[in-house]
């Protein structure tokens, strides 16, 4: 089992550019979160996917923050155009169906992206 | 609002010694608490959670509902314990964790 995939693992770019972040989910994991991680903080949600359905995306910055998940299995997390305060690390995170208890959330390496 | 904290930043302990990280937890419904870690160069994984009540890696954490606490705990410190460690709380089925700030444990030879 691979676990969950993310890429690129490192992305540097210069301010106003656009960057897009990939994530493919573990084998039948219907829900799929995306989570900011800023330095010296804990991951915060920016969006959650049922399947090809983004059910809580209050925390995501729409004004330049997009994300898709089209067939409901991978999904990319896009910004444009990147601002300084957007380095950070970009989790993705995906979750079996929901069995009655908190599922287990299975978290991938990461995106640390750096703005210059 | 529902809120973790982790008091300390970084914990450093001799090996061999008790270890005790602290996770205090607002939220007035039935929690769900967990315990995260990540390794260095590691992906964030899974400790423990209060509803297993099991020992992972010689750590237990009891979930103290009139203090809204979560304190994890090992009585042998080891070196490969060194690690961040992340305190969750959860609502139920997939709906998303809520994480503290995370502290860093560094055991000392």
């Known amino acids: 089992e691979a676990g969950v995939v993310q890429s690129p693992r490192y992305k540097i770019i210069e301010k106003k550019q656009p960057v897009a972040f990939w994530c493919n989910p573990i084998?039948?994991?219907?829900?799929l979160y995306w989570y900011l991680q800023n330095l010296g903080q804990g991951p915060e949600l920016l969006i959650r996917?049922?399947?090809?359905?983004?059910?809580?995306d209050s925390q995501l910055p729409k004004d330049r923050f997009s994300a898709e998940r089209l067939k409901g299995v991978d999904s990319t997390l896009k910004i444009q155009p990147a601002e300084l305060g957007d380095s950070a690390v970009y989790l993705c995170a995906s979750s079996d169906s929901y069995q009655g208890l908190q599922e287990t959330q299975y978290f991938g390496p990461g995106t640390r992206l750096l703005v210059l | 609002a529902q809120r973790v904290t982790q008091p300390e930043k970084l914990l450093s302990v001799f090996k061999g010694a008790p270890v005790e990280l602290k996770c205090n937890y607002s939220?007035?419904?039935?929690?769900?608490l967990f315990w995260y870690v990540q390794y260095s160069r590691q992906r964030l994984q899974l400790l423990l959670r209060h509803i297993s009540r099991e020992s992972i890696k010689g750590f237990t954490a009891d979930l103290n509902k009139g203090e809204t606490s979560f304190h994890l705990k090992k009585p042998f410190a080891q070196e490969e314990d060194s690690a961040m460690y992340y305190c969750a709380l959860g609502f139920g089925g997939n709906t998303p964790l809520v994480f503290g700030k995370g502290t860093r444990l560094s055991v000392i030879a």
């Open positions: 939220y007035s419904g039935s929690p769900e």
């Open positions: 996917y049922e399947n090809e359905e983004a059910v809580d």
């Open positions: 084998s039948g994991h219907n829900t």
